[in-house]
C-alpha cells in the first residue's frame, strides 16, 4: 500500500464501525416508513377509545372497517390493562343514543304549519 491511499483505506474500514453504533432508525431513509408507523399509532389509538367508550371489540372493528383489526385489539388490549390497573371506569359512548334521539323526534308527527282550519 502507498502512502496516498492509506488516508482511504483507513476511512473505509472507518465507517462500518461507526454506523454499528448507530440505531437505524435515526438514519433518514432506513427506518420504517414514516405513514405505516402513523397508521399503526391511529389503530392503537382506536382501539383504546373503544375501550374507553366501553365499546366490544366487533363494534370497534365495524365502526373502523380500514384499520388493521390486529393493531386495535393490541390498542383495546393495552387500554384494558391500563384501565384496570389505575381503576377506570369506562365512558359509556353516545354514538348509540344520540341515533335514538333522533328516531324518536322522527316518530313524532309534525303539526301543520300552514293550511285551512277544518274544524
Known sequence: MTMPNLPRTFAILLLPT???GCKLDDIPGLGPD???VAKEAEAKAI???CRHA??????CYTLNPKSPK?????G???MDEYMRANKIEGTPSVLGQSDRRRSD???VPAEPSAGR???
Request: net charge neutral.
Open 18 to 20: 461507526l454506523l454499528a
Open 47 to 49: 382501539g383504546g377509545a
Open 70 to 74: 390486529a393493531l386495535v385489539f393490541a
Open 117 to 119: 282550519n277544518r274544524s
Open 105 to 107: 323526534k322522527e316518530d
Open 34 to 36: 414514516p405513514r405505516a
Open 54 to 59: 366501553l365499546r366490544g371489540l366487533e363494534d
Open 76 to 78: 383495546w388490549k393495552d
